[in-house]
Nanobody
Framework: QVQLVESGGGLVQPGGSLRLSCEAS????????MAWFRQTPGKERELVAA????????RYLHSVKGRFTISRDNVKNTVYLQMNSLKPEDTAGYYC?????????????????WGQGTQVTVSS
């Protein structure tokens, strides 16, 4: 059973950048499609970006297209989320998720494995 640990969150000014990492242990990441979700208090977790098992297919939330990039390194067992031009509305807890298969599901409840989350705060 794979365990996921996120890192890289923090406080950043509007317009700044952060790179989140999600490292897997207890299993090889290469058999999982991966995704990043985010959640703010009182709201349901939403899919921000997703990537196929081999890395050739990605999908993004409309509001982050052109600013965020999801990537993966199956040798390092790590998935990344590069976030540029950050806005205050990007403030949220960011969660890494994994589901066995080639292509990432769209739905929150279709993911089996989750990390504990990392907080991103965009504020001046």
């Amino acid at each position: 059973q794979v365990q996921l640990v996120e890192s890289g969150g923090g406080l950043v000014q509007p317009g700044g950048s952060l790179r989140l990492s999600c490292e897997a242990s207890g299993g090889t990441l290469s058999i999982y499609a991966m995704a990043w979700f985010r959640q703010t208090p009182g709201k349901e977790r939403e899919l921000v970006a997703a990537i196929s098992r081999a890395g050739g297919t990605t999908r993004y939330l409309h509001s982050v297209k052109g600013r965020f990039t999801i990537s993966r390194d199956n040798v390092k067992n790590t998935v990344y989320l590069q976030m540029n031009s950050l806005k205050p509305e990007d403030t949220a807890g960011y969660y890494c998720a994994a589901e066995r298969g080639d292509y990432p599901p769209s739905g929150l409840y279709e993911y089996t494995y989750w990390g504990q989350g990392t907080q991103v705060t965009v504020s001046s």
